[in-house]
């Protein structure tokens, strides 16, 4: 079912309670992206939906409020799996936004956070658990989480979960959920092992498809540079200096963000890193920074590139290209949302034109080369700190000391 056509100017036409109303409209929402348009009536009935959309087109509205209704009127629990502990806490924020004021309650059951605290929240019986899958088991295993009370289940950016290897586990979790449920599952691509989960787990699903998988943010411009490798830095530098708001940097690996970020800092400006190898407290605050303007520069591998909600990113920068043509829709969708205008830079090697017509068929667009300026000269960048313990030195072995030094008071005769 295609959604290209028009949708109501107003929530009121959707059959929302009065009070979700009146939260949508202190949050100044008062016009339907197309995903919930489509996905909200019907959801409200209680029929599973599969939603084809691409983040930023407002799905967590288009599955929350649904849910927040619902769940006022059975007896159960709400459950919403996710690949990363970013979108999770990002999606139980806008839940909050609109129950809070009538008590909604919720638990995020995230990696690297502490498991006591999640056991407290799940010992007051919220009425929706926003997890990721590898930290739901845990709870399952620990007996500490009863998924048979679930009535409503919501698997968002399932393509993601899958291909980050999650399929088992959400398995083992469709298993101990309840069948007398309503599943709604979203998806930026429908690939067949999504349409098998759909087809098993599913009853008789509506299916929405907001954009064809691969279309590229309407509102986003797109550059491409030919670069060799030892030039891509100085050529970074060129680009901060030519864009002056915010910037998303990709790169493939954790190891090259940081990396990345030393350069970036050297170069004058904040910057943080975000990737799997940070630990939870500082994956927040890099977000946090970046979105308050702390850090112009994030430097991020692909798991910021769904989902991640950050408003007016001037410029996402492909400092690698993506290993898998799809993530670039989803890397520059983090620029040019809520209608406003991106733009979306990318380097390529001069060995690398496979890698950018694999791009270019997706998106049905050839990707505009420009011509390298000039660029700055080669920047000395300070080696990496090393921290021996706070102490300025190598911490000694035992059995390894060094001998006494003259002025030590170990050196004078007795």
Do not use: W
Request: aromatic share 6%.
């Amino acid at each position: 079912m295609n959604t290209q056509n028009q949708h109501p100017h107003h929530f009121y036409d959707l059959g929302i309670a009065p009070r979700i109303l009146e939260a949508l409209e202190r949050l100044h929402l008062t016009i339907p992206t197309p995903i919930q348009y489509k996905c909200i009536p019907p959801a409200l009935e209680g029929k599973d939906i599969v939603g084809i959309a691409q983040t930023g087109t407002g799905k967590t509205l288009a599955f929350g409020i649904p849910m927040i209704q619902r769940l006022a009127q059975l007896k159960g629990q709400g459950l919403i799996l996710l690949p990363t502990r970013e979108l999770a806490i990002q999606v139980d924020e806008e839940l909050q936004k609109i129950g809070r004021s009538f008590g909604l309650k919720t638990a995020v059951l995230i990696g690297g956070a502490a498991m006591g605290m999640q056991m407290q929240r799940l010992r007051h019986n919220p009425h929706i658990i926003v997890a990721t899958p590898g930290r739901l088991l845990d709870h399952m295993e620990h007996k500490t989480v009863n998924l048979a009370f679930v009535r409503i289940l919501v698997l968002d950016e399932a393509d993601r979960m899958f291909d980050m290897g999650f399929a088992p586990q959400i398995n083992r979790i469709l298993a101990a959920v309840s069948k007398d449920r309503q599943t709604m599952l979203f998806s930026a691509t429908m690939p067949s092992a999504i349409m098998n989960l759909a087809s098993r787990h599913m009853k008789l699903p509506i299916r929405f498809e907001i954009a064809p998988p691969g279309t590229a943010a309407e509102r986003v411009t797109h550059e491409l540079f030919v670069v060799k490798k030892e030039a891509k830095a100085r050529l970074l530098e060129s680009m901060l200096g030519q864009y002056h708001g915010s910037v998303l940097t990709f790169v493939r690996r954790k190891h090259d963000a940081k990396r990345i970020v030393r350069v970036v800092r050297a170069m004058g400006h904040g910057a943080a890193e975000l990737h799997s190898g940070r630990s939870l407290p500082q994956r927040r605050e890099a977000l946090e920074g970046f979105k308050s303007g702390k850090y112009r520069v994030l430097v991020a591998t692909d798991i910021a590139a769904r989902g991640i909600d950050v408003k007016g990113i001037e410029l996402v920068l492909n400092f690698d290209l993506p290993d898998n043509p799809e993530d670039y829709v989803h890397r520059i969708g983090r620029t040019g949302r809520a209608g406003h205008e991106g733009h979306a830079v990318s380097f390529a090697m001069p060995d690398q034109a496979s890698d950018v017509r694999a791009i270019e068929r997706l998106i049905r667009l050839a990707l505009p080369v420009s011509r390298l300026p000039e660029l700055p000269p080669e920047r000395f960048i300070p080696p990496p700190e090393r921290n021996f313990g706070g102490y300025g030195r190598r911490p000694q072995r035992p059995g390894n000391r060094p001998g006494p030094r003259r002025g030590d008071f170990r050196h004078r005769r007795r």
